[in-house]
């Protein structure tokens, strides 16, 4: 069964830093990776959407890389905002069948003013 | 812009009591997802539905039953709420064609329990 594990769980910067989410996930036979952000008590907002044949996609600030062998993708932000706390989360999803994304637990980031 | 809206922000409800989670979205979407987050266990998926009155199990379905009669509409239903199903509930769909495909969620319903 797929797992997904995000570090840190947690994660406080000042304004400026550029900063790196880590996702890692145990079956490497994997369709595409996304990354989500979501607000205290909101849904969740797509970010990033890779597939399983690509190393990276860029939006604006952020840009995600995949690397499938290793089980692991990051997602890079550059010159950190307040506006970008919230928690981030990295999803999986199998290459067959009907079945959905397997999440991660998220990593909560603040970005101090 | 794929809009996917849920009927309510927050529900309270008794032990016991038959509880409706509706779910309308906006883009034809063929694939819609229910899931619920708690603190520490992230986002787990209850049930998804690939086609109008098509249902799969997802990870946790227990308590749970689901109905899709309509391609916009995927409700989620308590049976019989107890406790345990205080949660955050989410629901997503996808773009038509693979159900991996790019997932947008609406905004979540708060239930509690009591």
């Known amino acids: 069964k797929q797992e997904v594990t995000q570090i840190p769980a947690a994660l406080s910067v000042p304004e400026g830093e550029n900063l790196v989410l880590n996702c890692s996930f145990t079956?490497?036979?994997?369709?595409?990776l996304q990354w989500f952000r979501q607000d205290p008590g909101k849904g969740l907002t797509s970010l990033l959407l890779?597939?399983?044949?690509?190393r990276e996609q860029t939006s604006g600030r952020l840009n995600a890389s995949l690397d499938k062998s290793s089980g692991r993708s990051t997602l890079y932000i550059a010159a950190s905002q307040p506006g970008d706390s919230a928690t981030y989360l990295c999803?999986?999803?199998?290459?067959?069948?009907?079945?959905?994304?397997?999440f991660g637990s998220g990593t909560r980031l603040q970005v101090q003013p | 812009d794929v809009k996917v809206t849920q009927s309510s922000r927050y529900l309270v409800k008794r032990t016991g009591e038959k509880v409706f989670l509706e779910c309308v979205q906006d883009?034809?979407?063929?694939?819609m997802f229910w899931y619920r987050q708690d603190p520490g266990l992230g986002l787990r998926l209850i049930y998804f539905?690939?086609?109008?009155?098509?249902?799969e199990k997802g990870d946790i379905p227990e308590g749970y039953s689901v109905s899709r009669e309509k391609k916009e509409r995927f409700s989620l239903i308590l049976e019989s709420a107890s406790t345990n199903q205080t949660s955050m509930y989410l629901c997503?769909?996808?773009?038509?064609?693979?159900?991996?495909?790019?997932?947008?969620f609406g905004s979540g319903t708060q239930l509690s329990v009591l």
């Open positions: 997503a769909s996808s773009f038509p064609g693979r159900v991996n495909e790019k997932l947008f």
């Open positions: 079956d490497s036979a994997i369709y595409n």
């Open positions: 890779i597939q399983s044949s690509q």
């Open positions: 999803a999986v999803s199998p290459p067959t069948g009907r079945r959905a994304l397997t």
């Open positions: 883009m034809d979407h063929e694939n």
């Open positions: 539905s690939y086609d109008v009155k098509m249902k």
